[in-house]
T-cell receptor, first 112, second 116 residues
Framework: GENVEQHPSTLSVQEGDSAVIKCTYS??????FPWYKQELGKRPQLIID?????GEKKDQRIAVTLNKTAKHFSLHITETQPEDSAVYFC???????????FGRGTQLTVWP | GAGVSQSPSNKVTEKGKDVELRCDPI?????LYWYRQSLGQGLEFLIY????????KSGLPSDRFSAERTGGSVSTLTIQRTQQEDSAVYLC??????????????FGPGTRLTVL
């Protein structure tokens, strides 16, 4: 099956700086790549996703880039704010219909 | 409904007892998933339903774990003879089959299970 690696496991940035989280995947059949944000004690929530026919997608301060040749995708958060502090999970769809394969998560802390 | 719901929100049980966890997905979501999340850890896949059938149950950790789904809606995850290592948050997620948003998963709030 699909194997998703996520780095770094923890990331601390100053408010206003940018944060980048990177993921790699192994199954070339993967064509859907969502990112989830999980605040402490809350459920994971979708923040942005990208499909394989697109190289980049942006939504306000959040962007995701995809390099299918290298099998990696990244989450970029600009002008970080303390409320961005959370665990972020990347995922890839793999070749099993309906499944998502999740990375192990990145704990992002934004210091005011 | 407004979103995915799960019950109970918290469950404390004694080692060796059986527990049932319930998930109510968003109406019309044909795909349903169960995950386990231990404290500070990632999302461990347990089982995936498409309608009432489970094409992928590869994540169930042992035969003490089982799940069913009826009417293409509500799902129940059952853990028999609970062990302390079963303590975790059990998350349910739902999604659509087909259409441009296939594979997007919408999570419930989870059930926090504590086995004493």
């Amino acid at each position: 099956g699909e194997n998703v690696e996520q780095h770094p496991s923890t990331l601390s940035v100053q408010e206003g700086d940018s944060a980048v989280i990177k993921c790699t995947y192994s199954d070339s059949a993967s064509n859907y790549f969502p990112w989830y944000k999980q605040e402490l004690g809350k459920r994971p929530q979708l923040i942005i996703d990208i499909r394989s026919n697109v190289g980049e997608k942006k939504d306000q301060r959040i962007a995701v880039t995809l390099n299918k040749t290298a099998k990696h995708f990244s989450l970029h958060i600009t002008e970080t704010q303390p409320e961005d502090s959370a665990v972020y999970f990347c995922a890839a769809s793999g070749s099993t219909l309906g499944r998502l394969y999740f990375g192990r998560g990145t704990q992002l802390t934004v210091w005011p | 409904g407004a979103g995915v719901s799960q019950s109970p929100s918290n469950k404390v049980t004694e080692k060796g007892k059986d527990v049932e966890l319930r998930c109510d997905p968003i109406s019309g979501h044909t795909a349903l998933y169960w995950y386990r999340q231990s404290l500070g850890q990632g999302l461990e896949f347990l089982i995936y339903f498409q309608g009432n059938s489970a094409p992928d149950k590869s994540g169930l950790p042992s035969d003490r774990f089982s799940a069913e789904r009826t009417g293409g809606s509500v799902s129940t995850l059952t853990i028999q003879r609970t062990q302390q290592e079963d303590s975790a948050v059990y998350l349910c997620a739902g999604g659509l089959a087909g259409g441009p948003s296939t594979d997007t998963q919408y999570f419930g709030p989870g059930t926090r299970l504590t086995v004493l």
